[in-house]
């Protein structure tokens, strides 16, 4: 059971590079996010999906896009890579639940440097 | 908005010893869950303990418990009998209606042989 799986694991770009991260879940979930983890700031959400075909923005954006148009998957992009963008990025899901709520499922993470 | 207060930011503490990580939040609503995650050097989260708000019993899982008390925001994690296995960082959430989770910055635990 692979659960949230998330490619690349690393990444080394050049200033100015894009990329695209993806993060596939088999466990039919609704909600899907991404989060940038950085050194003393925990974890901060980017974007995240209610379901397929629908993104919403979190906290810090800027500089990133997502898709999601399939509901197993949730792709991250940085269009143009910029050091500020260098950080350990996770992805999660979650199974919306009537009358409750799951804990989030993560992703192994992906660093990503910006050189 | 809610946020998640982790005010420990490094702890330490002698294997098969007794350790309490603080977390604080604050919310206006009266229904959302609690989390504790764990990330150990692999960088995987691993969900630790859960807490649901309408629930009194404080929720326990072998050497992991917590004190949650509702009326002071508060959301403690304690580890019993401490193992190096323990050590990893430990991060606080709260989640709410519409699947939004919400993270502490979180405690670097060490445990010393």
């Known amino acids: 059971n692979a659960g949230v799986t998330q490619t690349p694991k690393f990444r080394v770009l050049k200033t100015g590079q894009s990329m695209t991260l993806l993060c596939a879940q088999d466990?039919?979930?609704?909600?899907m996010y991404w989060y940038r983890q950085d050194p003393g700031m925990g974890l901060r959400l980017i974007h995240y999906s209610v379901g397929e075909g629908t993104t919403a923005k979190g906290e810090v954006p800027d500089g990133y896009n997502v898709s999601r148009l399939k509901k197993q998957n949730f792709l991250l992009g940085l269009e143009s890579a910029a050091p500020s963008q260098t950080s350990v990025y996770f992805c999660?899901?979650?199974?919306?639940?009537?009358?409750?709520?799951?804990?989030?499922?993560f992703g192994q993470g992906t660093r990503l440097t910006v050189v | 908005a809610q946020t998640v207060t982790q005010s420990q930011p490094e702890m330490s503490v002698q294997e098969a010893e007794t350790v309490t990580l603080s977390c604080t939040y604050d919310?206006?609503?009266?229904?959302?869950?609690l989390f504790w995650y764990k990330q150990p050097p692999s960088r995987q989260m691993i969900l630790v303990i859960r807490q649901e708000a309408y629930k009194q019993q404080n929720a326990t899982e072998n050497r992991f418990s917590v004190n949650f008390q509702k009326a002071a925001k508060s959301f403690s994690l304690k580890i019993s009998d401490s193992q190096l296995g323990d050590t990893a960082m430990y991060f606080c959430a709260f989640g709410r209606a519409g699947n939004q989770f919400y993270f502490g910055t979180g405690t670097s635990l060490t445990v010393i042989p």
């Open positions: 919310t206006s609503e009266s229904n959302y869950y």
């Open positions: 999660a899901s979650s199974h919306l639940m009537t009358g409750g709520l799951t804990e989030a499922f």
């Open positions: 466990m039919n979930h609704e909600y």
